[in-house]
């Protein structure tokens, strides 16, 4: 498997498993301490008890884990909520609603316009009285 990953070139690997604190933690550790950056959706993850959880959790950010929730690794692999795929990414996350939020929207477009146009006015600072 390890030689199968490094075979993609990818350096950022996302897991998640049946019980967090060793089917998603040992793996990203290992993940870690080979030099990939390991992020693992807690969400996504089991568990069997709130303190193996917890115990899980830590282990895995003093190791250098990142631990998210899967929408937002996700919406981070997008990138982009203009690409194309956003809506099918948003529909499979059942996040229907988030393509709403797509910077290429006329209307949303046309207001980013009118704020670039704009600069922001400040007030001339106050110069303190030094009795000069």
């Keep these: 498997m390890a030689r199968a990953i490094e075979a993609t070139g990818r350096k950022k690997l996302i897991f998640a498993g049946i019980s967090l604190e060793v089917c998603a933690a040992f793996p990203a550790i290992t993940a870690v301490g080979k030099g990939f950056d390991a992020y693992v959706a807690v969400d996504?993850?089991?568990t069997f008890s709130e303190t193996k959880r917890q115990v899980g959790l830590l282990r895995m950010l003093q190791a250098g884990v990142i631990v998210s929730d899967y929408a937002t690794l996700m919406?981070?692999?997008l990138k982009d909520n203009a690409r194309r795929e956003a809506g099918e990414v948003y529909t499979a996350m059942d996040m229907?609603?988030?393509?709403?939020?797509?910077?290429?929207?006329p209307r949303l477009r046309k207001l980013n316009d009118r704020r670039k146009g704009h600069s922001l006015r400040l007030p001339p600072r106050a110069t303190p009285n030094t009795g000069l």
């Design 44 to 46: 996504a993850s089991g």
């Design 75 to 77: 919406v981070e692999i």
């Design 96 to 105: 229907a609603w988030a393509k709403t939020c797509r910077p290429d929207r």
